[in-house]
Nanobody
Framework: QVQLVESGGGLVQAGGSLKLSCAAS????????LGWYRQAPGKEREFVAH?????DIADSVKGRCTISRDHDKNTVYLQMNNLKQEAAAIYCC???????????WGHGTQVTVSS
């Protein structure tokens, strides 16, 4: 059974940093793109970053977020620096196979940014 488990969220002051982790289990993820999405209250879910064959970062977080991956640990990370209040959201991890098939989602980790 595929599982994506996020961690690392929490409360941080504006300007601070957080590093989110998403640990994948249940299969080999070497041919999967792993990515991060976020959803703030009252807003639609939006793409943040993904890493796989290519690495993409949303324009809204470019320069403040870095995505990385540890293949041995089947884990993807999102380093977020200089956080702004608008970054507050639930951050979810997603896995997409380069070979097709369903996408998998984690339950998310809450990021709260105080002024």
């Amino acid at each position: 059974q595929v599982q994506l488990v996020e961690s690392g969220g929490g409360l941080v002051q504006a300007g601070g940093s957080l590093k989110l982790s998403c640990a994948a289990s249940g299969r080999t993820f070497s041919h999967y793109d792993l990515g991060w999405y976020r959803q703030a209250p009252g807003k639609e879910r939006e793409f943040v970053a993904h890493i796989g064959g290519t690495t993409d970062i949303a324009d809204s977080v470019k320069g403040r977020c870095t995505i990385s991956r540890d293949h041995d640990k089947n884990t993807v990370y999102l380093q977020m620096n200089n956080l702004k209040q608008e970054a507050a959201a639930i951050y979810c991890c997603r896995a997409d196979s380069a070979l097709g098939g369903p996408a998998y989602w984690g339950h998310g980790t809450q990021v709260t940014v105080s002024s």
